[in-house]
């Protein structure tokens, strides 16, 4: 789906137990603690702690009398994949598949999605092809249709696709998944000749296929095709119509700048909201804040609220983005504020949309102080934070303060973290052939080099530098090849001015 809330409740927090399998054997009280609660405490900083693995976890759980019954096991797969534990899914099916479980076609589905999103598209096509026949069917060859769309594959996923044709194992949900890619490749033409294939085939559309038809037509600028859309999905299908149709109703009338109609569409989608469902608040804040409607904003936070017995950090966050968007300063902090005093689990996503709207307001000494109380509170800025200072110093000229903050921030990279885009790497490189700092401007190439970042953009830079304090570098072009970054005519004559 194309609306989909940023932030997810990370479990590793709640789960924060540590035990060994020595613990567990002599514990009664850790003999008591549920599968799914032993496997989500599995998380980075507690398995590199105890050394515990999922396997482990769930041998230790068999050697303790327990039977795991097939519902239960399947029931922690799909909470772990829920919070992003792909790794650790992963290792539960294959667990329960060297244990002789009998999997079903959609267990190897979930596998093949799982192999995707772990060790990539080859691992998923080679579990795909060890499957025997009578396994691949629709939930599999669905799956690997899947990982090919989300990969952007065309060529591969329309030969799939006409494969599952051949042997009629194709279905809506197949279908979606080529309208889908066709969307994300901004080729709506297509998903009106898909669509029309489906229908011919005997294959009725579901919610998903008429949202992303709507998508279509906005694509193209048509807001009376998505208005069209609507209309056959209310008239002949409002059993389908839930708050999702209109908040993606919503959005494309906000894209549209129609923010009239985009009010209407919330308004009926506030009408469809089923009780208990937190997420469609979330929206609904979101998408008022797209009209601008402060007001409608607050009304919904409060309606969150009362709706729930707590508030948690993801709607904190989502309603401190919506207040950020509409530049409601005092309003933001208020609520931040508010969040700061009540939360129990610190969420730097939080503090940073707090601190980005300070540093817009030119308060850096309270930016600061948040940064400073997260390591209190034992969390600590992140890349982002970082990042958000390093966008300000050099928003406002500050090169010294901004070049210790690059450095800061490289010091802490590990396995690819985080790179600088081309547009601070270039502001960087621009101001030290302005200012003719070659140590400056070579010290900051060794940081993009340790980033895996030094480019051939970066290099013709780093020459414009020399050229500009008129010095020379006799070494560069050894340099560029070492670095194997391919030649063309300016790098050529930068070369011989500097060599």
């Known amino acids: 789906m194309m609306m989909s809330v940023g932030g997810r409740e990370s479990v590793g927090r709640i789960c924060c137990l540590q035990y060994s399998t020595l613990a567990m054997e002599s514990n009664e009280e850790t003999r008591t603690i549920p599968l799914y609660k032993r496997l989500s405490a599995l998380g980075k900083a507690a398995a590199e702690s105890s050394g515990e693995t999922v396997t482990k976890t769930l041998n230790q759980y068999v050697r303790e009398g327990r039977v795991i019954k097939k519902y239960e096991i399947q029931n922690c797969v799909q909470q772990l994949r829920k919070y992003k534990r792909f790794h650790h899914a992963l290792e539960v099916i294959e667990w329960m598949e060297k244990r002789g479980t009998n999997l079903s076609h959609k267990d190897f589905a979930i596998r093949i999605d799982l192999l995707l999103k772990t060790k990539g598209i080859e691992s998923a096509e080679e579990y795909f092809k060890s ?22 594959m065309t060529e591969k996923a329309i030969a799939l696709f006409e494969r599952m044709c051949e042997l009629n194992v194709v279905s809506t949900l197949a279908y979606n998944n080529l309208i889908s890619l066709y969307l994300t490749l901004r080729q709506p033409e297509e998903v009106f000749i898909i669509v029309k294939k489906m229908k011919e085939r005997g294959l009725l559309p579901d919610m998903f296929t008429y949202v992303f038809l709507m998508r279509s037509h906005a694509l193209l600028k048509d807001i009376d095709g998505v208005e069209r859309v609507l209309k056959e999905l209310e008239t002949e299908h409002s059993d389908m119509c839930s708050w999702t149709t209109y908040s993606n109703l919503a959005a494309i009338y906000i894209e549209a700048s129609l923010f009239e109609k985009a009010e209407s569409a919330l308004v009926k989608f506030e ?22 409607n402060l007001s409608e904003v607050h009304r919904v936070w409060k309606s969150l609220k009362s709706a729930f017995p707590t508030t948690t950090n993801l709607d904190y966050l989502v309603t401190l983005q919506a207040l950020a968007k509409l530049d409601s300063f005092h309003v933001l902090l208020r ?18 949309v707090m601190i980005s709207a300070l540093l817009r307001q030119d308060m850096v000494e309270e930016a600061s102080n948040i940064c400073e109380d997260s390591i209190k509170r034992g969390s600590g800025p992140n890349f982002k ?26 010091s802490k990279v590990k396995n690819n973290e985080w790179k600088p885009n081309e547009e601070k790497v270039s502001a960087f490189l621009k101001h030290f052939e302005k200012t003719k700092d070659i140590a ?17 953009k ?9 050229v500009a304090a008129k010095e020379k570098e006799p070494g560069m072009r050894k340099r560029l090849e070492s670095d194997e970054i391919e030649m063309n005519t300016e790098i ?4 011989r001015r500097v060599s």
Do not use: H
């Open 458 to 466: 970066a290099y013709r830079l780093l020459l414009c530098t020399y």
């Open 492 to 495: 050529e004559e930068l070369l």
């Open 131 to 152: 499957l025997p026949a009578t396994a691949k069917k629709v939930f599999t060859y669905g799956a690997l249709l899947n990982c090919y769309c989300q990969n952007k």
């Open 440 to 456: 400056r401007a070579e010290e900051f190439c060794k940081m993009l080099k340790k980033l895996n970042c030094l480019d051939l």
């Open 335 to 352: 609520c931040f504020e508010d969040w700061v005093s009540s939360s129990t689990s610190y969420d730097m996503r939080i503090a940073n």
């Open 385 to 410: 934070t970082q990042e958000l200072f390093l966008d300000y110093y050099i928003r406002n000229v500050q090169w010294d303060l901004a070049f210790s903050c690059m450095e800061a921030t490289v």
């Open 271 to 292: 009408k469809n909201i089923m009780p208990r469902d937190r997420s469609a608040y979330r929206y609904l804040i979101s998408l008022y804040a797209g009209c601008s």
